[in-house]
């Protein structure tokens, strides 16, 4: 009964959305920027995700004048600039790997390491070969386009006077993304209207609203973290996955849409049902120059092309999200799930208070 319920709500919540194809599952595509009153009242309020044409971005010197495909620019502009780097064996950040010392899976964050712009180029374009045996990632998410990367921030708009004024604030942070064709991102979801403007390449997103949160199976995830245990002969970090002491876990979406064996993917069908026997995912791809409206509390999964450079670069504005009626519709559906880890948790002998705190905080991205 309970499942049928859920089902009905996920046909209820697409049927309200309206934006999809259902041959394509793609986004519904505007060729010029909205107007603030159509942006709010078509896709903020009914919470839709939609992609605005290169119109919205041609006047941008970093598009206009090809600015950020020019790598001598970039070694200019931010010469003598030091930049964090995220490095993953597999391009895989804040994703679900197995445990380093224990049966199961855990929440792995990357090792984050300080370098010069001009070599931080060179690595991202360097582990973008199958070969290499880690995988850069500039995507620091702390507002870095107006701290670390400052120099380059005068190429892009400071804000989208368009969203601006239909959220009524600036956005909290403007985060750069850089990476090459490995970097990929798990389900997530995010606390912020999102706009996010690819620059250069293509980035290529799965997405499912907030009310089919049951179908990614929210489970605890003990963290860990990579640390650069040496570099060998070559000059090349090793990495090795080390857990968090004291033991903390992490509430974290379970599966894995790409799975990569015939094997995996019969065991993911088998435990995750509800996400293999649900409606599929919306599909868009933001190629450069476009702009994705990625609704607060949608779940998105992000792979990337690169340019002819082997980069991807992208620029996102996260604008703080309205907690409103959404939002306690939302929350009353992981309170279900919620449930449901602590009817597990009983029969395991876990402790629920530790699940319930676990689960009510936000995801680390």
């Not at 990495?239 to 979406?253: Q, T």
Request: hydrophobic share 35%; glycine share 4%; net charge negative.
């Amino acid at each position: 009964m309970e499942e049928e319920s859920v089902r009905g709500l996920w046909t209820e919540a697409r049927e309200l959305i309206d934006s999809v194809s259902a041959d394509s599952g793609g986004v519904e595509r505007l060729e010029s920027p909205p107007s603030p009153l159509q942006f709010i009242r078509d896709y903020v309020s009914p919470n839709k995700p939609v992609i605005i044409s290169s119109a919205a971005t041609r006047h941008w010197p970093a598009i206009s004048r090809s600015l950020w495909s020019d790598d001598a620019y970039l070694r200019r502009a931010l010469s003598g600039c030091s930049v964090s780097v995220h490095l993953t064996p597999d391009g895989r950040a804040d994703a679900l790997v197995p445990s380093p010392s224990k049966s199961g899976l855990c929440f792995a964050s990357a090792f984050v390491q300080s370098m010069d712009f001009s070599e931080a180029m060179q690595l991202i374009e360097a582990t973008g070969e199958e070969s290499s045996p880690v995988v850069a990632y500039a995507q620091q998410q702390d507002d870095c386009l107006r701290g670390e990367y400052e120099a380059l921030a005068g190429d892009v708009d400071a804000h989208i006077p368009w969203a601006t004024e239909a959220l009524g604030c600036l956005p909290e942070a403007v985060n750069l993304w850089i990476g090459n064709a490995r970097s990929h991102t798990s389900y997530h979801k995010d606390h912020y209207e999102n706009i996010y403007a690819v620059i250069t390449g293509e980035k290529h997103f799965l997405l499912l609203p907030p009310t089919e949160v049951h179908r990614l199976y929210v489970r605890n995830y003990p963290a860990a973290h990579y640390i650069s245990s040496s570099k060998d002969n070559g000059g090349e970090v090793k990495l090795e996955l080390e857990l968090e002491e004291p033991e903390k876990m992490v509430p974290w979406c379970s599966v894995d849409p790409y799975p990569a064996s015939d094997e995996i993917i019969a065991e993911q069908s088998s435990s995750f049902p509800l996400y293999y026997n649900g409606p599929k995912p919306f599909q868009c791809t933001v190629r450069a120059g476009e702009i994705l409206y990625l609704p607060s509390m949608w779940f998105h999964h992000v792979t990337q092309s690169p340019d002819d450079n082997g980069r991807t670069i992208a620029v996102n504005y996260w604008y703080d999200m309205q907690f409103d009626m959404k939002y306690a519709y939302y929350s009353f559906l992981q309170s279900i799930n919620l449930y449901r880890l602590s009817s597990v948790a009983s029969t395991q002998g876990e402790d629920k208070n530790d699940i319930k705190q676990n689960c009510s905080n936000s995801n680390p991205d």
